[in-house]
């Protein structure tokens, strides 16, 4: 496990349309991102139900940070964060 | 026995906190509100250490990754926290980036050896830049890791024995994660170096549905009162302890009276005691 | 080097006018770094203490009168105020809320309401308390006020003086515009060398009012009755003003910006009493922070739901 196979679960979680092509057929799309075999045999068996709720929390987590903060992406956007 | 209760501050709490200091050991702040705050918020943050003793609460370092945690971000940490001197300070074992990825919350990394040793190096680098180590906290997470190799318990014990670090042990995900995956959670806690659980979160959450299959799982949102069964999981830490502890109740939103919160502090107090109790009186439970 | 009792005409004035403002800004800074300081525990369970840091003790009658509306002890009608019932007395736990209720009993009229000696007597355990904390001036940090107030007024004065009789020795007479502006001068450094609070009192109205700017952002949503005490809070730290008069109508018979100086300074009190209603009726120049919540805001570490 490494950098990449955390990347490639943080895009998991955050891109809508990468989640999609996962969905459909998740070996290719976890062997095209490059990962190790071992890698996408723990990605063929996910836990779907789980991958749905996470990545719904998550997307409603960064919308509420969006709405609490709206100076933020502006502070963000100066500062290079 | 010094237990110390406390709530997290928010800013929609602070007339109930401030006005009812005399029944709140301790604050928990969250740290990554400061980072970039004005100079007025700090000094004001400041203020309120000064009247009541603070905890930092850090959820953006992603610490439990086996992607090293940058150092500017160390850095501020220890900025705020040479300002505030609070009492200890804390993170997640969570990730919450990758490949330049922002998730924007806590998410549960593989529990492998890789994943531990990241955490170890980054807890080690924190208690350098930072001038002393996090308290480290359990996440509660929706999905089973993918990619993991050992149980949570085993994980979270190997991290913390590779980190030196001590835990903050939050009860509801804790729950959580053993209600949507099926473990004992007083086994857990008994998996614990007991020395090392220094503090604890209470908070409530609730039950949401997929989708695609109809199954339910529990979410730690943080916007309910603390259920009956993390009080009585912090009955038996109480039970399986004998060193102080700080108990922090955390809300971050829907909030109720300010009574009712401390009154889930007080409910929090009783578990408390009555574990401590039942630990004096029944020495045999001490066996591991 | 150019002697300044050399200058003349415009010349002079601005130099004196540039001496004056340095005089004050000199006296504000003395004043600021004698009163610094780290900053006190303080209670924070009665929110009259807070009034009273913010505006003194009329303030803090003021405050006590309305929360008291609101709660159903007092009613206000055509500017009277007048008790619920005589049992209301017992019901109150702070001394300052006894005797406005008290005070109520005596008398209706609201003008002549708050100059009352036995409601102000109530008020000075606050007083006493913040002056312990150094939250406002007691009488070594007033002493020390006086000599930077009168080390001012002695380069003010004795430079105009000076001034005026090297003019004078020189045949010139016409010192109207010295005059005016020493006048100018001695009156602001007169006006503002006592100001209520001290430069730590200061600072820590400033930061209550970040951590409490949540409450005030919110304000349209507190309820009437007295439930929560946030009403009581917000008053205390913002000032009466910052209730929303349509949930709070007997705000608005309090509102600093309405009332008149036919309000009673109070006898022997006059000084702290009149400036507490200037703190308070300038106070939305240092309510903190504009448009952005107070101290945290961030989502803890709850799921997203």
Not at chain 3, 77 to 95: F, G, Q
Request: charged share 25%; proline share 4%; glycine share 8%.
């Amino acid at each position: 496990m490494s950098a990449k196979f955390e990347a490639f679960l943080a895009k998991l979680y955050v891109d809508d349309q990468a989640r999609s092509r996962f969905l459909a057929d998740r070996r290719r799309e976890a062997l095209s991102s490059g990962l190790a075999e071992d890698d996408c045999a723990a990605l063929e068996n996910i836990d779907l139900v789980g991958l749905e709720l996470a990545a719904n929390s998550f997307a409603r987590k960064r919308a509420s940070h969006r709405l609490r903060r709206p100076a933020s992406k502006l502070s963000h956007w100066l500062k290079s964060e | 026995m010094n237990d110390r209760f406390g709530i997290g501050w928010r800013p929609e709490l602070a007339a109930g906190i401030l006005s009812n200091l005399d029944c709140i050991d301790i604050i928990e702040v969250i740290a990554d509100d400061y980072f970039t705050a004005p100079r007025s918020k700090r000094r004001a943050l400041n203020t309120l250490a000064r009247q009541v003793p603070v905890a930092l609460h850090g959820v953006t370092l992603g610490m439990a990754s086996a992607v090293p945690v940058e150092a500017r971000r160390l850095e501020r940490t220890a900025r705020l926290v040479e300002e505030v001197r609070p009492e200890f300070w804390s993170e997640h074992l969570a990730f919450v980036r990758g490949g330049g990825v922002e998730i924007g919350h806590l998410a549960a990394p593989p529990r492998t050896a890789a994943t531990i040793a990241g955490a170890a190096r980054n807890l080690a680098a924190a208690g350098q830049i930072v001038g002393a180590p996090p308290l480290v906290e359990n996440i509660a997470t929706l999905i089973d890791p993918p990619g993991s190799t050992m149980s949570e318990a085993d994980w979270n014990v190997e991290i913390l024995a590779a980190a030196q670090c001590d835990l903050l042990l939050d009860l509801h995900n804790l729950y959580a994660n053993a209600v949507n995956f099926g473990f004992d959670p007083h086994q857990y806690i008994d998996r614990m170096p007991r020395e090392r659980i220094r503090a604890i979160h209470l908070a409530g959450g609730r039950w949401i549905k997929a989708k695609s299959s109809g199954e339910f799982r529990l979410l730690d949102d943080h916007l309910h009162d603390v259920p009956e069964a993390v009080y009585n999981l912090l009955e038996y830490v109480g039970e399986k302890t004998c060193h102080p502890l700080t108990v922090i109740l955390e809300r971050d939103g829907c909030y109720p009276p300010t009574n009712a919160l401390l009154n889930q502090l007080d409910l929090a107090r009783q578990a408390l005691r009555r574990g401590r109790e039942r630990r004096r009186t029944s020495p045999v439970s001490e066996a591991a | 080097m150019i002697n300044p009792l050399e200058l003349t005409g415009p010349n002079f004035l601005i130099f004196y006018m540039l001496l004056g403002t340095l005089v004050l800004a000199l006296m504000y800074l003395l004043r600021r770094l004698s009163e610094s300081g780290a900053v006190p525990r303080v209670d924070y369970s009665d929110p009259y203490l807070i009034a009273y840091l913010r505006g003194g003790e009329l303030e803090t009658m003021r405050v006590a009168a309305v929360s008291l509306i609101d709660r159903g002890f007092l009613i206000l009608s055509n500017r009277r105020l007048e008790l619920v019932n005589d049992r209301a007395i017992d019901l109150v736990r702070r001394p300052v809320e006894a005797a406005v209720l008290r005070r109520a009993q005596a008398t209706n009229d609201l003008m002549l309401f708050f100059d009352s000696r036995t409601i102000r007597r109530t008020t000075v355990e606050y007083k006493e308390t913040l002056q312990r904390l150094r939250l406002l001036p007691d009488a070594h940090i007033y002493r020390v006020r006086m000599l930077i107030l009168a080390a001012a007024l002695a380069v003010l004065i004795g430079f105009a003086l000076a001034s005026a009789v090297t003019a004078a020795m020189r045949g010139r007479y016409n010192i109207i515009y010295l005059i005016l502006l020493a006048a100018f001068f001695c009156g602001v450094a007169i006006k503002y060398y006592n100001p209520l609070r001290t430069a730590l009192g200061d600072a820590l109205l400033t930061d209550l009012r970040t951590l409490f700017q949540s409450l005030k952002n919110r304000a349209s949503m507190i309820r009437a009755g007295g439930a929560t005490g946030e009403a009581v809070l917000l008053m205390a730290v913002f000032g009466i003003n910052a209730l929303p008069g349509a949930t709070f109508p007997a705000a608005r018979e309090f509102d600093d910006r309405r009332r008149s100086n036919r309000t009673s300074c109070g006898g022997g009190h006059g000084c702290h009493s009149c400036h507490s209603s200037c703190s308070s009726s300038c106070s939305s120049s240092s309510c903190g922070g504009g448009g952005r919540s107070g101290c945290g805001g961030g989502g803890g570490c709850g799921g997203g739901s």
